[in-house]
């Protein structure tokens, strides 16, 4: 079992930065892949990043590459997600997720513990 918080949304103004946190609990964080998601109002959760276990390897959706960058700390159970260069349309909830096993990383479905989301609001 793990759970997952999220911390680090607020407002911002277009342009700007904000940096996520993600604290897990429970047993084997450190073999957990990683993941964040996000759904704005009326739209269906998406696909942010993810990251293995090792923090090796990193997996982004085009719409935040070279502006959001994904990491983490076994040694703390934390993952990071900062975020630069915000836009109005990244505007929306932020969700942590953990996976056993690093299957289809961009799919919702392989995800087996979520956080509660943090909101992330973007003025222009």
């Known amino acids: 079992q793990v759970r997952l918080v999220e911390s680090g949304g607020g407002l911002v103004q277009a342009g700007g930065s904000l940096r996520l946190s993600c604290a897990a609990s429970?047993?084997?964080?450190?073999?957990?892949?990683m993941g964040w998601f996000r759904q704005a109002p009326g739209k269906e959760r998406e696909f942010v990043v993810a990251i293995s276990w090792s923090g090796g390897s990193t997996m982004y959706a085009d719409s935040v590459k070279g502006r959001f960058t994904i990491s983490r700390s076994n040694a703390k159970d934390m993952v990071y997600l900062q975020m630069n260069s915000l836009k109005p349309e990244d505007t929306a909830v932020y969700y942590c997720?953990?996976?056993?096993?690093?299957?289809?990383?961009?799919?919702?479905?392989?995800?087996?513990?979520w956080g509660q989301g943090t909101q992330v609001t973007v003025s222009s």
């Open positions: 997720a953990a996976a056993s096993v690093a299957g289809n990383m961009p799919g919702a479905e392989n995800y087996d513990y």
């Open positions: 429970g047993r084997l964080f450190s073999t957990y892949a």
